[in-house]
């Protein structure tokens, strides 16, 4: 069989499975965001942090739970990481140093989970489980909450309340993610990946010689990693790891983990609002921007133009022979148009416009179908700024699902599109420009700037992978990413709730013949267009400057 055929049945079985998948899962998550029973394991956990989970929050409130419950997350991993060396169970490992300690618990909090070192030799079990695996889990729920506060937003009328924060928190872990992850752990131990607490031991090579390596709850991070979109990895070389990802088959898993909760967040949406017609114009408009990123990745790395290539069967520097081209570039664009971050091969050796198109799929947003919630919330800010284009043209005043979009709306969805690329460019000039930041590339040249145009990229967009052959592990990108990945994760959310709250608040306007349809697709390709157009006049003449050099040069 021929690599490119390999690929394309890949892409069909992993589109079969999460069709199947799409209904049942989305109505599932519109039930338990709208039910008002509380399981027992529920009533208890509220009973243990004081929540009242049948109070009704407006925006102001439920941001505070929101950033209250990060700030806690943040120092409790923050101190965990300090203490590890005084702690049982660490493998011998040494405390970990401020600002890495800093970075890596704001990246895990943002559901980012960039990582500045090597996992198999910096972290032990207890970080690893109690923290980091703690986080991937919450972080997650923390982001789907903030969509289905969107989502009332719209389904709501004359009120400002957006549910409560808490209930939403809880039921998205225990309802949701914990079942589901269970499930996709059982099955990577099925694969191979490895799911144990051993110790650091001595394991031979083939070539001769031995090698040190530690085991640890591989599987079920593994599982949790994935579905909820926070990337990251037990071991340094991440989903390229023969424990995290032993074969083909495992691949195809982790991709489907990686899109299932975005994608049918679309179908709870569309039954949240009353139509869902509305969630499959947003379905629509995610899956054509995806399976066109996904072919172009395709054609780059699969082009080539010599026998080295032809022979290899495409570009496969910096690939896992157990993927080849066809299951890298899969899971590299399902990696980077959510906020997912695992890799199963280097980005930093893709071709040059192959590099390029993953740093564009984080550049859009991440919301093609984007990260567990954040993904959602995302493009319905886009398709609030679709219907505004689309009334400047008509001269009406623009509409969405029965609510106007006015001033304050207008305003509050501009500052969210606003704010990530300002981190991004302002982070990367700056570290371009200073002496300090310079040295940590191994790069010169276009490629050189890329590596750093990828990593704030990655950070501000919570997004976590990174080209390799930048030191960042050093004062300065520890503390200037963790900083991206904090505001870049935080500010919009303040704009996302805020913007609920306004819509909650209105009152519906019934639509007329002049109201125009988005559930139609010319809507869902006018949203297309509008998330390319805004995505490409930002980023265009930082791309020029290094992806697309590389590109045209080679």
Request: overall charge neutral; proline content about 4%; some cysteine.
């Amino acid at each position: 069989m021929s690599p490119i055929l390999a690929a394309v049945l890949q892409m069909l079985a992993l589109i079969v499975a999460l069709a199947l998948a799409y209904r049942p899962l989305g109505d599932y998550m519109a039930r338990v965001y709208s039910s008002t029973k509380h399981l027992r394991v529920e009533k208890w956990i509220y009973k243990a942090i004081g929540a009242n989970p049948s109070a009704e929050m407006r925006w102001p409130a439920y941001l505070r739970g929101v950033l209250a419950f990060s700030a806690v997350g943040v120092l409790f991993l923050y101190l965990l990481q300090r203490l590890q060396g005084n702690l049982s169970g660490s493998l011998g490992f040494a405390s970990i140093d401020p600002d890495q300690a800093f970075n890596t618990a704001a990246s895990f909090v943002a559901n980012t989970n960039w990582q500045s070192y090597y996992g198999e030799q910096a972290m032990g079990h207890v970080v690893q489980t109690g923290g980091l695996a703690v986080q991937n889990f919450v972080s997650a729920a923390v982001g789907i909450a903030v969509a289905v506060a969107l989502v009332r937003g719209f389904a709501r009328a004359r009120t400002g309340e957006l549910g409560n924060f808490w209930a939403d928190l809880v039921r998205g872990t225990v309802r949701i993610l914990l079942p589901i992850a269970v499930i996709g752990a059982i099955l990577l131990v099925a694969c191979g990946a490895i799911q144990n607490f051993a110790g650091i031991h001595e394991v031979g090579q083939f070539m001769g010689g031995t090698q040190e390596w530690n085991g640890g709850a591989v599987a079920s991070q593994e599982a949790i990693k994935e579905l909820g979109t926070n990337g990251g990895g037990y071991f340094n070389a991440n989903s390229a790891h023969p424990f995290e990802n032993p074969n083909g088959l495992s691949n195809l898993l982790e991709i489907f983990l990686i899109l299932l909760i975005p994608f049918a967040l679309t179908r709870t949406f569309g039954q949240m609002v009353g139509s869902v017609k509305q969630g499959y114009a947003i379905l629509a408009t995610m899956v054509a921007i995806w399976i066109g990123f996904t072919a172009l990745m395709m054609w780059t790395e699969f082009h080539h133009g010599g026998p080295a290539f032809d022979i290899a069967g495409g570009a496969m520097e910096g690939k896992e022979t157990r993927f080849g081209v066809g299951g890298s570039s899969i899971f590299a664009v399902a990696t980077t148009l959510t906020s997912t971050g695992a890799v199963n091969s280097f980005h930093s050796s893709f071709t040059g416009f192959g590099g390029g198109i993953t740093m564009l799929g984080m550049q859009l947003g991440e919301i093609a179908p984007g990260g567990t919630g954040s993904g959602l919330y995302g493009i319905l800010i886009m398709a609030i700024i679709a219907v505004f284009i689309a009334g400047l043209m008509v001269g009406r005043t623009p509409e969405y699902l029965g609510k106007k979009i006015g001033t304050r709306e207008i305003k509050l969805a501009a500052c969210y599109i606003l704010i990530t690329p300002a981190l991004v460019l302002c982070f990367t000039a700056a570290a371009m420009v200073l002496p300090t930041p310079v040295n940590s590339l191994t790069n010169s040249g276009a490629h050189g700037f890329s590596e750093i145009l990828y990593a704030y990229t990655s950070a501000a967009n919570n997004n976590g992978s990174a080209f390799a052959g930048l030191n960042a592990d050093t004062q300065w990108f520890n503390t200037t990413l963790g900083l991206a990945m904090l505001l870049g994760r935080f500010l919009p959310i303040v704009f996302v709730l805020a913007l609920a709250g306004s819509l909650a608040e209105q009152k519906p306007v019934p639509a007329t013949a002049g109201t125009l349809r988005t559930d139609k697709p010319l809507y869902a390709g006018l949203l297309v267009g509008t998330i390319l157009i805004i995505a490409g006049l930002t980023y265009f003449p930082a791309l020029a400057l290094g992806p697309l050099a590389e590109g045209l040069a080679s």
